[in-house]
């Protein structure tokens, strides 16, 4: 069984299409999607040789390899122009590392019209990466397992222009706000506080002085919303 986290990223990929799972790990999403019947077929990429490797096996014991290809590469590398991959999933890392991928080979991306994003922190990159490079949000999520808050974001081809809070919290999160978006943001502002605590008990630096007067900000913008 999927975890809840994988089952949302799932939840948003559409019936027919050709995925691209990257890092991919056991390669536990393709298989769920070729095995409902939601992707045609998928590409499961990894960069690391030891999950390669759990791909491959994965795939095998499921008898996917006529419509699951695992491929050993750094990012959408992964992807070949033949594949014609029509959405990507990347889930279980950080937001920043996410946009690293994304960047380092657009041109993977060309058949591309869904993104389906998972960060483990840091989703606001992702959002800046978006509005920076003709992507706009569809839909979000925030779940929680396990005691962990996920988000998962959702990118169709399109402009979208966000303000500075909606960069940070995600602008349908923010319409929304479940009850675990509201924990999110209280665990969050509650860190910011301590780490202002902190600055406040050392060396009164310019630096110093600076972050603590743009936690503020932050902890006062996230407060509004
Ligand atoms: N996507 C799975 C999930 O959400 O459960 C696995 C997440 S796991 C925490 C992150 C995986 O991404 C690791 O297996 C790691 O090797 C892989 N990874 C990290 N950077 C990568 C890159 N540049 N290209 C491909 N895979 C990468």
Known sequence: KLSKRL????????????????????????????HKGIA?????????????ESAVKQVRTEGLTDKITVRMADG????????????????????????????????ALKSVTRLILQPNIHAKAIREWAMENGWAIQDEVI???DGK?????????????LNEAQTLLGPKLMETKVPVFIEKWLR??????????????????????????????????????
């Open 143 to 145: 779940l929680e397992e």
């Open 76 to 107: 959408l590398a992964a992807v070949e122009e033949t594949d014609e991959i029509t959405a990507v999933t990347i889930a279980g890392m950080g937001g920043p590392l996410i946009v690293s991928i994304l960047e380092k080979h657009p041109q």
């Open 7 to 34: 089952e949302t990223v799932a939840s948003f990929v559409p019936t027919g299409a050709i995925v691209a799972d990257i890092g991919s790990d056991h390669a536990y999403l393709p298989c769920y999607l070729v």
């Open 188 to 225: 969050e502002i509650a860190n910011w506080q301590r780490v202002q605590q902190a600055i406040s008990e050392a060396e009164k630096t310019p630096d110093n002085q600076e972050k603590y007067e743009q936690l503020t900000h932050y902890i006062k913008m996230v407060q509004e919303a």
């Open 40 to 52: 045609a077929r998928a590409v499961a990429g990894e960069v690391v040789k030891g999950p390669y």
């Open 149 to 161: 808050i996920y988000e998962v974001l959702v990118l169709q081809r399109g402009e979208m222009k």
